[in-house]
């Protein structure tokens, strides 16, 4: 079940605390399509939308066992396009079927964030700056039970190049802390 959004201009709070992030409006030509499981094939949308990627793939996991999305990744950076990946340090040393390592030996640069009880940001930023630049984000974790047992969402938003780069930005600022993965 696929439901389409449309654009909403999010109103910013009065607050006179410092620190509070004031909402900012979307872009008018947004598009975002929210999908939800069980029911819609995200990790399918998800591989999809990483295929059609031509820059640039940026990745925060916090738990990653989907062997078609983690396939997907790989895919893109053997066709040149630039994909790196910051998972969750504690989730990737557990977690006893995942994917990251396997997302490393197959050429993708892999960092872990081990700063925070869980770096438990679920995102993918594909082709920032581009005119086809897209945010997954939501609930949904990159695992076949997120897709085939439980009850998740995810948002995918273009046309919000603002967006993008709070995204983008975001990714970053974790990068500066996470330790890259050493394979043995």
Do not use: C
Request: proline residues 3%; hydrophobic residues 45%.
């Amino acid at each position: 079940m696929k439901r389409l959004i449309a654009p909403v201009l999010l109103l910013a709070a009065s607050t006179a605390s410092a620190g509070v992030p004031q909402a900012q409006p979307q872009a008018d030509n947004a598009h975002v399509v929210a999908l939800f499981t069980p029911g819609d094939d995200i990790a399918g949308r998800i591989v999809q939308a990483i295929r059609q990627a031509r820059k640039q793939v940026l990745v925060q996991a916090f738990s990653f066992t989907h062997d078609g999305i983690a396939k997907a990744l790989i895919e893109a950076r053997k066709r040149g396009v630039e994909v790196k990946l910051i998972a969750d340090r504690d989730q990737t040393e557990t977690l006893r079927y995942g994917q990251v390592t396997g997302i490393a030996r197959g050429g993708v640069p892999v960092w872990l964030d081990g700063d925070h009880q869980a770096a438990h940001n679920k995102v993918i930023v594909i082709d920032a700056g581009s005119k086809n630049a897209l945010i997954i984000t939501g609930s949904y974790n990159f695992t076949r039970a997120a897709q085939n047992k439980n009850a998740e969402n995810s948002v995918f938003i273009s046309g919000d190049d603002a967006l993008v780069r709070q995204y983008a930005a975001n990714w970053q600022r974790h990068l500066a802390h996470s330790k890259p993965l050493v394979l043995h």
